[in-house]
């Protein structure tokens, strides 16, 4: 397959095994919380925003690994399942406590249901 002459610095249609293309791999992160007084969301985005400044393809190529792009997405518990349909990942972190006495916190009943 060829990319559009428009997308080409030179305009000519090169194919895509042709151009030089970044050698990161996209690997998305689902940061996921649950949270009744707001502290766990505090932390799921704290955490996503401290691993998207350290964790670059840059850091990964001066350990000698292949570099990577982390991609997050922090987002409620019982979003996760309603809008990205449990998305499959290899990854997922997951900032979540009880309130009361043991009860799942705001938006994360759904959830708390398929865990049981």
Same mark, same amino acid.
């Given at each position: 397959?060829?990319?559009p002459?428009?997308? %080409? %610095?030179?305009?000519?249609?090169?194919?895509?095994?042709?151009?030089?293309?970044?050698?990161? /791999?996209?690997? @998305?992160?689902?940061?996921?919380?649950?949270?009744?007084?707001?502290?766990?969301?505090?932390?799921?985005?704290?955490?996503?925003?401290?691993?998207k400044?350290?964790?670059? @393809?840059?850091?990964?190529?001066? =350990?000698?690994? @292949?570099?990577?792009?982390?991609? /997050?997405?922090?987002? =409620?518990?019982?979003?996760?399942?309603?809008?990205?349909?449990?998305?499959? /990942?290899? %990854?997922?972190?997951?900032?979540?406590?009880?309130?009361?006495?043991?009860?799942? @916190?705001?938006?994360?009943?759904?959830?708390?249901?398929?865990?049981?």
């Amino acid at each position: 397959s060829s990319i559009p002459s428009s997308f %080409c %610095c030179n305009k000519s249609s090169e194919s895509v095994s042709s151009l030089k293309m970044s050698e990161s /791999t996209v690997e @998305p992160l689902y940061v996921l919380y649950g949270s009744q007084m707001g502290n766990s969301e505090q932390y799921a985005k704290l955490f996503c925003s401290r691993l998207k400044k350290k964790y670059t @393809p840059e850091f990964f190529k001066e =350990q000698g690994l @292949p570099e990577v792009q982390v991609e /997050t997405t922090c987002i =409620q518990l019982d979003d996760f399942l309603e809008v990205q349909h449990a998305a499959f /990942t290899k %990854c997922i972190v997951i900032f979540v406590s009880s309130y009361g006495v043991g009860q799942a @916190p705001l938006g994360s009943y759904r959830f708390r249901e398929v865990c049981d």
